[in-house]
Structures are given as C-alpha cells and as structure tokens.
C-alpha cells in the first residue's frame, strides 16, 4: 500500500522568512508527486508537480524530489500571510494518494 | 470554461435517506474521481473512472455507488445514507498529459 507522510504542524513561520514543508513516501517506484494549497473550507488547487530527482522552481515556490531518500519538499520564499493554509502532498498511483496535509501560519 | 463543477454545495439527510451528488467537468479530460475529506483523515478515494464507461472501487467504497454518465459527468450514490459518511466530498478531472488533477468545490454533506 502506498503511503504518504507529513507532519500536520503547525508550522509557524514570519512573513517573508522560507518555509520548508516535507513528505515521505513508502513506494520506492513512485514517479510523480504533487503538491496542493488547501484554504480552510476550499478545494484544494495546484501549486506544483514534480517527476525528476532534483529542484523545480516556480515562482516563489521551489519543489525538491529526492527518489534515494524518498522524500519530496516544497520551499515557499518570502512567505505571506496569504500563503497561511494547508499544504497536501500527493503521489500518483492508480489515482492521486494524499498525505494529511501540513498546516502552515505566516504571520505578519 | 468552468472547469470542475458539484452540486449541491451544501446537504442534509436523515439517516437512510438516499442522494446523489453530481460532478461535471469542461476539460474533455477522461478520468475523474471521487474523495471524501473527513477532519485527520486526508483526502480518501472513493471510486475513480478512468475513461467513460469504466468506474473502479478506491480506499473507501462502502456505502457508495457512482455512474459515469458520459465523459463530462461522473455522479455519486448515496443509497441509505449513515452518520459515518457526514463529510465534505470533492470531485476531480484529470489532465492526460501530467495526470494533474483539478478539483472541483466540494459538497458539504451531513447525515442526522
């Protein structure tokens, strides 16, 4: 069964600092792997996907996929209070399995 | 272009009441998906169809049927409704191309 893990938080983080926010995965052949913002009483929508070892930049937004470690990050620079949500990792398998999501605070 | 569309936005049912929740989409994509979401409980699959006129069972089937209509609707049963399936419920279509899956508003349901 293939699972995936994140640390519900929360993660509080300053308005302009990074915030680093990780997954763990128990497939090894996983190839690709997404991340999601979850407002409170929203649907989630997507920031990033990622299929190569390596970073991916977007924006502010950085993904970073280790297939070795089996662990997929997502870097936001300069954080807002607007980016204050719930961050749901996903890999795809038949369909998309989802962590539970960390919750981040950017506060101002 | 709508994109992924649900309704109703909101329900109440009574235990052993039966609903169904509909779900289109405006993508031309050809696999959509039900989840539930349940307070730390993530985001759960419930049935899938991959292209029209196939459906297949996910994490949590049980108390569930679905229908894909054609390739834009995908609609989902409840037959007799149970506290245990009060949750919020998201549709969602998948792009070919990198398998990015869009998600659709959600229903909020609960079952007295």
């Known amino acids: 069964q293939k699972e995936v893990e994140q640390n519900s938080g929360p993660l509080s983080v300053p308005e302009g600092a990074i915030a680093s926010l990780n997954c763990t995965y128990s497939?090894?052949?996983?190839?690709?792997f997404f991340w999601y913002r979850q407002y409170s009483g929203k649907s989630p929508e997507l920031i990033m996907f990622i299929y190569s070892n390596g970073d991916k930049e977007d924006g502010r937004f950085t993904a970073q996929l280790n297939k070795a470690s089996q662990y997929v990050s997502l870097l936001i620079r300069d954080s807002q209070p607007s980016d204050s949500a719930t961050y749901l990792c996903?890999?795809?398998?038949?369909?998309?399995?989802f962590g539970k999501g960390t919750t981040l605070s950017v506060s101002s | 272009n709508a994109g992924v569309t649900q309704t109703p936005k909101f329900q109440v049912l009574k235990t052993g009441q039966s609903m169904t929740l509909q779900c289109a989409q405006d993508m031309n994509h050809n696999s959509m998906y039900w989840y539930r979401q349940d307070p730390g409980m993530g985001l759960r699959l419930i049935y899938y169809?991959?292209?029209?006129?196939?459906?297949d069972k996910g994490e949590v089937p049980n108390g569930y049927n679905v229908s894909r209509l054609n390739k834009r609707e995908f609609s989902l049963r409840l037959e007799s409704a149970a506290p245990s399936q009060t949750s919020v419920y998201f549709c969602?279509?998948?792009?070919?191309?990198?398998?990015?899956?869009?998600f659709g508003p959600g229903t909020r349901l609960t079952v007295l």
């Open positions: 169809s991959a292209s029209e006129g196939t459906t």
């Open positions: 969602a279509s998948t792009s070919g191309t990198y398998n990015e899956q869009f």
């Open positions: 497939d090894r052949g996983s190839q690709s």
């Open positions: 996903a890999l795809l398998g038949a369909a998309l399995i």
